[in-house]
Nanobody, 117 residues
Framework: QVQLVESGGGLVQAGGSLRLSCAASGRTMSSYAMGWFRQAPGKEREFVATITRSGIRTVYADSVKGRFTISRDNAKNTMYLQMNNMKPEDTAVYYC??????????WGQGTQVTVSS
């Protein structure tokens, strides 16, 4: 079983950038397809981006396409989310997650991202 820990959240002005990290322990991250999700206050958790085990293929939500980049370094057991040109509507708790099958089985505790206007 893998344990996931997010870091890198914080407060940023609109138009700014942040990079989130997701560190895996317990099992090698290369065994899992990985994803980022977020949950804003009063809203349901939503998909942000996903990356295959090898890192070759990525998929993004339309709301972040062209601004966010998901990547992974399996040698470091770490996944990243580079967020550029951020908007106030990007404010949320961001979660990383891993899966071996169709559903995400493993989740981190989340990291708060706040974008001020």
């Amino acid at each position: 079983q893998v344990q996931l820990v997010e870091s890198g959240g914080g407060l940023v002005q609109a138009g700014g950038s942040l990079r989130l990290s997701c560190a895996a322990s317990g099992r090698t991250m290369s065994s899992y397809a990985m994803g980022w999700f977020r949950q804003a206050p009063g809203k349901e958790r939503e998909f942000v981006a996903t990356i295959t085990r090898s890192g070759i293929r990525t998929v993004y939500a339309d709301s972040v396409k062209g601004r966010f980049t998901i990547s992974r370094d399996n040698a470091k057991n770490t996944m990243y989310l580079q967020m550029n040109n951020m908007k106030p509507e990007d404010t949320a708790v961001y979660y990383c997650a891993g899966r071996t099958g169709a559903q995400y089985d493993y989740w981190g505790q989340g990291t708060q991202v706040t974008v001020s206007s």
